[in-house]
Structures are given as C-alpha cells and as structure tokens.
C-alpha cells in the first residue's frame, strides 16, 4: 500500500498559479498511476488528472485542460499539481490518490490523501 500526504494549497486571487505536491511513502511507489482529484463545497468529489507510472502519459479534465499540469518525481516519491490561471470554480479541497488501473479510469482508486485546501477569490 502507499500512504500519500498532500501540500501547498493556500488562498491566492483569480488568474494566479498555485503548486500542490502529493508525498508518497510505501512501496513500489513508481508503479503506480497517480491522479490528483477535487471536491467544492456541496458537490461530489470529480477527476482533475492523472499520471502515468512512467510520466510518459496523462489524462485531465476538460475544466483543467490547458492550465494544469500533472507530474511526478519517481527518485523522491512526489508529485505535482502545477495549477495556472486559475479562477474561482477551481475552489476546492484537492486529493492526491494511486491507482493500479490506467490513466483513462477515473475510478477504482485506491489510496488517498488527507486533502489539501484551494481558495481561490476574485
């Protein structure tokens, strides 16, 4: 199992960026997918991206398409959520998570971290 904690959520103002860092401890960390996720006040918990083990490959939502950036360290166990332009809807509390499945399977994810909070105002 890997044990995930994640880091550098903050308030900033529309249109600034913001990194989140997601540290993993267990085993074979390299092998798995990893997917950072986000849940907003009254809504339901929904994809931001995903990695592959090798960082060749990743997935995002069409919501982050083109101002998130998804990557990963295998040498320090880390990855990365770098967020750009980001507006007020990206308000939420952002989860890094592993899965054995591919980057195209949103669910089935099967660590978690405690979650980190974004806040984003205008």
């Known amino acids: 199992q890997v044990q995930l904690v994640e880091s550098g959520g903050g308030l900033v103002q529309a249109g600034d960026s913001l990194r989140l860092s997601c540290a993993a401890s267990?085993?074979?960390?390299?092998?798995?997918?990893m997917g950072w996720f986000r849940q907003a006040p009254g809504k339901e918990r929904e994809f931001v991206a995903a990695?592959?083990?090798?960082?060749?490959?990743?997935n995002y939502a069409d919501s982050v398409k083109g101002r998130f950036t998804i990557s990963r360290d295998n040498a320090k166990n880390t990855i990365y959520l770098q967020m750009n332009s980001l507006k007020p809807e990206d308000t939420a509390v952002y989860f890094c998570?592993?899965?054995?499945?591919?980057?195209?399977?949103?669910?089935?994810?099967?660590?978690w971290g405690q979650g980190t909070q974004v806040t984003v105002s205008l």
């Open positions: 998570a592993a899965s054995r499945r591919t980057i195209w399977q949103t669910e089935g994810y099967e660590a």
């Open positions: 267990g085993r074979a960390f390299s092998t798995w997918v």
């Open positions: 990695i592959s083990w090798s960082a060749v490959s990743t």
